[in-house]
């Protein structure tokens, strides 16, 4: 097979399946997809993916094949133990973390014990790529054509950046769904969270309406959430109510309050208070005012609780669905709503906007020669010099794997060009720990595209960045290329 249309194919490919990544919903509907775009758009003879157990055997459980089966799968043992049965090219991926090709099954000699089964049904070549997804040891992913010598070099480049998509993909999906089992239990941390303040108030207080909200009483309860026993508030015996309250909040407090008397209706807030050590404690707090029979306010009555877990946890929610856990990035799924706004911004007041996408060479020899912990260490230290190079008005995304994204408002493209350029440089100038004793060092390839010259929707100007990024690898890597160049 020509070497070209292995290429086309493998891009043909790669391109259905990273639009699958922005669709798919779990992570079963991806595998199957991915699978299926393989063997329908790639014109390969089977694919499937492989999760490794730990069981004693060290088998492999295929979650995921498309194409050509007919049992085989079924009728391997798969393993990923250091045996006789764990040399297949599944079974290296994931023991080695590397991965491993056949380029003509008929006269390899380590896959005699698959041979038999694997002409019977015209598998003539084979690669396995291993997924990276998590800590633990790597999924596979196999692909099984029906030609000898059809996996070129080319091709193999191409599919492995697939496999680290797919690895990429499952690992977002994941992340999600711990999300969302996340904000299922806050749900339901609320919810008895409401039962306990309506059973067991944590602090019930009566106070006056006065600047100071001076305690009648206040509970014991207190004490754990300022750090003051309840004696120093009644009647302001040490210090007032009021003189442990954040100041941020002492004035929305005072409004929301107001407003509920006047209206006669009870009132809820959230507010900080602050601890005798210095430490700050969020406070959910329910009142209602009383009043007499000619509506004169006497006192106040209400129920605090400490929130402050539930706070906290809302705010891992919200950073944990919008960056990268390993690079503290933004993240691939909210790229796409921030870039299509900074259109909208660009269209608006007529400026240009331009977008990096950006590729670290050869990184999977980092991975290989170095394991995937050095791996992540440059990575991390790779999106800590992209921040430090750009503007805070610029969004720096980890796209997947080793890509990275950034969008930069209101930068035309000669001086995304010059900052391009700049990047590069400091890129290769900079040496990257890997080890306590180690550093390495690296270069990037940049592609460049920018609206309104290159494209009109941000779909469109990613398409022309990633081109433009193809070509600067294809010049030899350590590039900056642009359309237009």
């Known amino acids: 097979m020509a070497p070209q249309f292995n290429k086309n194919r493998a891009l043909k490919v790669l391109r259905e399946c990273n639009q699958i990544l922005f669709l798919a919903e779990k992570e079963q509907d991806l595998l199957d997809e991915v699978c299926r775009i393989i063997v329908e758009a790639g014109g390969y003879r089977l694919a ?15 979650v995921a094949y498309c194409g050509y089966e007919s049992a085989y799968l079924e009728s391997q043992q798969l393993s990923w133990a250091d045996s006789e049965q764990g040399q297949s090219p599944a079974g290296l991926a994931i023991r080695t973390a590397k991965s491993f090709v056949i380029r003509d099954i008929q006269k390899h000699s380590d896959f005699i014990h698959w041979r038999e089964a ?14 990276f997804i998590g800590k633990e040891h790597p999924a596979v992913i196999s692909m099984y054509a029906a030609e000898a010598d059809a996996l070129d070099n080319n091709e193999l480049e191409l599919l492995e950046n697939l496999a680290g998509c797919l690895a990429y993909g499952i690992e977002g999906i994941r992340v999600r769904d711990k999300r969302n089992q996340a904000e299922k239990s806050l749900r339901e941390s609320e919810e008895k969270f409401r039962t306990l303040v309506r059973n067991i108030p944590g602090i019930t207080y009566r106070c006056a309406c006065d600047k100071h909200w001076t305690m009648e009483y206040i509970s014991d309860g207190v004490e754990v959430l300022s750090g003051y026993p309840a004696t120093d508030f009644i009647n302001n015996a040490v210090r007032s109510y ?3 309250i954040h100041r941020d909040d002492s004035q929305l407090m005072n409004d929301v309050i107001m407003e509920a008397l006047k209206q006669m209706q009870p009132y809820t807030i959230e507010f900080r208070i602050v601890h005798a050590n210095g430490t700050e404690h969020w406070v959910y707090e329910k009142g209602q005012g009383i009043f007499d029979d000619q509506a004169n306010l006497l006192y106040l009555d209400g129920v605090i609780v400490d929130i402050t877990e539930r706070k906290h946890m809302e705010i891992q929610l919200k950073h944990l669905a919008t960056h990268d856990p390993l690079t503290g990035l933004y993240n691939r799924n909210v790229m796409m709503q921030q870039l299509n706004d900074e259109i909208q911004r660009a269209s608006r007041y007529k400026h240009d906007l331009s977008v990096f996408m950006l590729d670290i060479d050869h990184f999977k020899a980092i991975n290989d ?4 912990s050095a791996g992540d260490s440059v990575l991390r230290n790779f999106a800590q010099i992209l921040e430090g190079s750009i503007r805070n008005t610029d969004y720096p995304v980890r796209y997947g794997g080793e890509e990275f994204i950034i969008i930069l408002p209101e930068t035309p493209l000669a001086h995304a060009e010059d900052l391009a350029g700049r990047i590069r440089q400091l890129i290769a100038e900079s040496h990257f720990p890997i080890a306590s004793t180690k550093n390495i060092n690296l270069t990037a390839s940049i592609g460049i595209a920018t609206f309104p010259a290159h494209a009109k929707t941000g779909q469109h100007l990613l398409e022309v960045a990633d081109t433009a990024l193809y070509s600067a690898k294809n010049a030899g890597r350590n590039q900056v290329k642009s359309p237009q160049k």
């Open 48 to 62: 499937w993916v492989g999760y490794p157990n730990n069981d004693i055997h060290k088998s492999i459980q295929p």
């Open 242 to 244: 009021a003189s442990i």
């Open 118 to 131: 694997a002409e019977a049904r015209a598998y003539a070549s084979v690669v396995a790529f291993p997924l």
């Open 369 to 372: 020669s170095y394991g995937h």
